[in-house]
């Protein structure tokens, strides 16, 4: 043994220790101290799966014995107590049993008990209470049979087998299956798969196989995804597709996700697109249609005898056969009426009336835009210059308003008639004469915007129905252009070939170009979408894609400064690279020029597909316009007609407008608009009086005191920058003033509330604009930029036969100087081609028919109108500078001179038309419809469209120009006439002999 070190301690020394007796206590292998975290039944050296045993049942156990003992306890406890309260009260079997002298008391039931003492009620026992026997364990067998239960219990968990597992398995899936599917599990119980399929759904969830981000690398580097991105915009893709290109590219969306996301997008679109606008009534009026009236509305403003033989032959015949007869036979006399209610100067009804909208014109398009505000709940009001509203004329009295001077629109002149053999076949009102332009292109778009206005109980059209012009046999053409020099080798402008156009497409009119006019061939991919080499299908299909942004263009200048406070309109921020929006400030001839360079032939065709309805040179021509045009004239659609002519059309936008509470009045002879100008509130609002304050301050030289200006004041001393007078209504000749709701006693916003006029942008402001407006508020801006329209005369020929008698089709014909071929030149030095001029000017050729400037300056000294009281002399703009329908001295001087000055310089050329040389059109409304001839037989109506010249019509080099008409004699219409009907049978020679009435009218009539 080693000094300082304890004796070491071998393992088997602990082996050799005695064990205890008592082998089942925990302190009998290590002495008095048990082990560390030990069960208080452990036994040491035996390890227990089975914890019921050796646990749970000596546990149980004990608490049983302890609760049989303490029931037990208090069950003697009960008994001795009954015992001791019997000693003391006894038995009382009967009455002899008291003693003499003994106290004793008498129940309500006659029953004897011996009265307890007093002083016993003091040593009383408490009120005795047996032992609950609703109690777990009450006897030794209740111990016995818990013994039983947890032996059996523990020799069920502890088996080899385990099969209690299965069991706690088995109800825990119970337990989820309630969970997880709650009312729905003995369906998906019933059904296996699936269960299997949503679990499957599940464990992708939970790996992430539905999130919308791509897992991994994309699918190229981020340099080559914006590279990518660029050359999509700069090949002109549309926004959406580079914004889905690059959420896929660089954000890494799942293509689910672009796809749902794309779905989303036209679902909100879809819902904005039919939500409902303020104002607008939740239920719209149900109308009926126009043929359904009653025989009161249906002949109201005829006379008795129309309406007596009206009835009769409606009640003529029997039976389902002729009912159809009898609808047709309505449809047609109402179409022999014209549209809208005659004007009654004694009739105070329109002044005393409310108005929310007030719209000035006639035609389609004016009854079309009043029948869609009368659906939204507006109270439309329809003032008609013309007597029929549809805007169709007849030769049937010398009294009609068809030839209207402009410097007097308020004014109706007669109608000039020239009968050549049988002017009674003309004579009634019930032969109209479409003098508009009603051809409509692009039928199936067209269609769905007439619908709001149209439909009714029974059609979504109303009654109306379209046909196409032309025939299967002519390949539903439509226009026939003339082009001086097109198509011709010869060195006369003057002859050309004409250019037939149908509905076969652009692709056709290529085809044309490449066999008659030189041009290069189309492609012939099955596609289409190859141009090949014609230059022409690449024009047109150039002019397709500017005009696909034009509704966005329009849109957004009807709504892009609806918030004047906005420091950006829709206009500003969204068309910068709308295409239209750039051809809207460009013209045609440059875009000509430069597509296409080589051909002139195809460069005219182009120009006068561009502008046929207008006597209007491409350099004249904004590109807007002629896109738009071309589009038109190039539709595989082609044009339609309505059937029954615009009459039909306008009756039924009338029926709904007079359904919905508004009125159509035709026949009114306007005078002036009326004004007010805007209150207090409205000017302290808009920030006009700070802008006064700030002006007079500048002018005082930072004084700030009171000027003494009113609110009447601020429109006079701001002029053009100051607020706008609003238009309130109407004033007609006889001095009836008709006026719109007012603002106050409107419920609905202040725009519901207007006066719209369509009667023209300048005709509106010289005609119609009080003299104090136009001096207070100046010209309109862009008003000084535009033209007026050189004034057309249309001349109404009556034709007898039919137009398959006459060999005619529906096609309108088409002289077109303006687009005359051009003559280029060759630059001898630089080697450069020189483009020429498309179009010729109709003054050209001419001379020889023009008048000494001396009898020009006469006439429009004695005739022009009181509109040269508008010009002012020294800045040459319009303005006022006395009242309306004066001349004054000065004026009249001054426009003298500059007639005098400028033809004695040779620098005034007379306008003349010439047969064969100037712009005509020709059209045939009654061949274009197919109702006409069970409506009104072998009659034909021409109408036969050209320029006024300067024997009717006078310019004013003004700001803008404006044209005056002059008073002309009989002779100069003759001679009119001659030359108009001399060139009509030259171009159409199967009329030599059918003519058989005609008459003159003013494109205002």
């Not at 226009?479 to 060195?491: E, K, M, N, R």
């Amino acid at each position: 043994m080693r000094m300082g070190r304890p004796n070491k301690k071998w393992r088997s020394s602990s082996k050799k220790q005695q064990e205890s007796p008592d082998s089942t206590s925990p302190t009998s292998s290590t002495g008095n101290k048990p082990p560390k975290y030990s069960s208080p039944t452990l036994v040491v050296g035996q390890v227990s799966s089975n914890v019921i045993h050796s646990i749970l049942s000596p546990a149980l156990t004990s608490l049983a014995t302890q609760s049989v003992e303490k029931y037990a306890d208090e069950v003697m406890r009960y008994e001795a107590l009954v015992a001791e309260s019997n000693l003391r009260l006894g038995d009382v079997a009967s009455v002899g049993a008291f003693e003499h002298g003994d106290r004793v008391e008498i129940d309500p039931n006659g029953d004897i008990h011996a009265a307890v003492q007093e002083s016993n009620q003091s040593t009383a026992l408490p009120p005795l209470t047996p032992p609950s026997a609703y109690r777990l364990f009450t006897s030794q067998s209740d111990i016995d049979e818990l013994a039983s239960l947890l032996a059996s219990t523990s020799r069920h968990f502890s088996a080899p087998s385990n099969k209690w597992k299965t069991h706690v398995n088995a109800a825990k899936f119970e337990r989820l299956l309630d969970e997880k599917y709650g009312r729905f599990r003995p369906f998906i119980t019933a059904h296996p798969e699936l269960e299997a399929l949503i679990k499957n759904v599940q464990r992708k969830y939970a790996m992430g196989e539905f999130s919308p981000f791509r897992k991994g690398d994309p699918p190229m580097g981020r340099t080559t995804s914006i590279m990518i991105l660029f050359m999509m915009h700069r090949n002109g893709v549309r926004v959406e597709g580079v914004v889905l290109a690059a959420l896929f590219l660089l954000v890494g969306l799942r293509p689910w996700a672009l796809v749902a996301l794309v779905c989303f997008g036209r679902w909100l679109m879809e819902r904005r697109r039919k939500m409902r606008m303020a104002g607008v009534p939740r239920k719209l009026v149900v109308c009926d249609p126009y043929y359904a009236r009653s025989d009161d509305e249906v002949y109201n403003g005829s006379d008795d005898n129309g309406k007596a033989k009206g009835k009769a032959e409606s009640d003529h015949g029997n039976g389902e056969d002729d009912d159809e007869e009898a609808e047709t036979r309505k449809k047609y006399q109402i179409l022999e009426r014209p549209v809208g209610t005659k004007f009654n100067a004694a009739d105070l009804s329109l002044r005393d009336e409310r108005h929310d909208v007030i719209l000035l014109g006639s035609g389609p398009d004016v009854l079309y835009t009043a029948a869609l505000l009368a659906r939204v709940g507006r109270k439309v009001l329809v003032l008609s210059p013309r007597e029929d509203a549809s805007g169709c004329v007849s030769m049937s009295s010398t009294s009609s308003n068809t030839y209207k001077s402009m410097e007097n629109q308020r004014k109706q002149s007669k109608l000039q008639q020239y009968p050549l053999s049988s002017p009674s076949l003309f004579s009634t009102d019930k032969i109209p004469f479409d003098i508009d332009i009603n051809n409509i292109s692009h039928l199936s778009k067209q269609q769905a915007l007439l619908t709001p206005a149209l439909v009714t109980n029974s059609d979504t059209q109303g009654g109306i129905r379209f046909a196409r012009i032309g025939s299967h046999l002519d390949s539903y053409s439509h226009s026939i252009l003339s082009v001086p020099g097109l198509g011709t080798d010869s060195t006369n402008p003057h002859h050309a070939i004409p250019v037939v156009i149908t509905s076969a497409g652009p692709r056709s009119l290529a085809e044309y170009a490449a066999n008659h006019l030189g041009d290069g061939y189309p492609g012939q991919d099955l596609d289409g979408n190859d141009d090949g080499n014609s230059t022409s299908l690449g024009y047109l299909h150039a002019c397709r894609q500017i005009n696909a942004g034009s509704g966005e263009h329009y849109l957004s200048k009807l709504f892009g400064n609806a918030d004047s406070s906005s420091s950006t309109s829709y206009a500003d921020s969204s068309n910068n690279n709308n295409a239209y929006q750039q051809a809207t400030i460009r013209p045609t001839s440059a875009f000509l020029n430069k597509c296409l360079p080589l051909n002139t032939h195809v460069r005219s065709l182009m120009a006068a597909l561009g502008m046929a309805n207008e006597n209007l040179s491409p350099d004249q021509t904004s590109m807007a316009a002629h896109v738009s045009n071309i589009c038109a004239m190039t539709s595989e659609e082609g044009m339609a007609y309505p059937v029954g002519g615009p009459r039909a059309l306008s009756h039924a936008l009338v029926s709904v407008i007079e359904q919905c509470g508004g009125r159509v009045v035709t026949g009114v002879p306007l005078q002036e608009l009326l004004f007010e100008e805007k209150t207090g509130k409205e000017l302290e609002k808009s920030g006009m009086k700070a802008k006064l304050k700030m002006v007079n301050k500048k002018k005082s030289g930072g004084d700030e005191g009171n000027t003494g200006t009113t609110d009447s004041d601020i429109p006079q001393q701001l002029g053009e920058n100051g607020p706008k007078p609003r238009c309130r209504g109407v004033r007609l000749e006889n001095g009836l003033e008709i006026t719109v709701t007012a603002e106050s006693d409107n419920s609905s916003s202040s725009s519901s509330s207007a006066v719209i006029s369509m009667l023209g942008f300048i005709p509106t402001f010289l005609h119609l604009f009080p003299s104090e407006i136009r001096t207070t508020h100046g010209v309109p801006r862009g008003l000084a930029a535009v033209s007026e329209r050189r004034p057309v005369m249309k001349i109404l020929v009556g034709i007898e036969g039919s137009k398959e008698e006459l060999n005619l089709t529906g096609a309108d014909w088409y002289r077109l100087p303006n687009a005359t071929l051009p003559r280029d030149e060759l630059d001898p030095l630089t080697g450069q081609v020189k483009f020429g001029i498309i179009g010729v000017s109709s003054n050209d050729g001419n001379a020889n028919e023009d008048r000494d400037a001396e009898d020009v300056a006469a006439a429009a000294v004695g005739e022009a109108s009181g509109l040269s009281s508008t010009l002012d002399e020294s800045t040459g703009s319009v303005g006022n500078t006395g009242n309306r329908g004066k001349r004054s001295k000065s004026s009249t001087a001054s426009s003298t001179t500059t007639a005098t000055t400028n033809s004695t310089s040779g620098k005034t050329h007379r306008t003349k038309f010439t047969s064969g040389v100037s712009w005509m059109k020709v059209s045939f409304p009654s061949a274009k419809d197919p109702s006409w001839f069970d409506r009104h037989g072998s009659i034909t109506t021409c109408v036969v469209t050209i320029e006024a010249d300067d024997d009717f019509v006078r310019m004013f080099d003004t700001q803008p120009k404006i044209y005056s008409i002059i008073k002309s004699g009989a002779g100069d219409m003759e001679r009119l006439r001659e030359r108009v009907l001399k060139d009509l049978v030259d171009n159409f020679p199967q009329l030599d002999g059918e003519l058989h009435g005609y008459c003159l009218c003013s494109s205002t009539c």
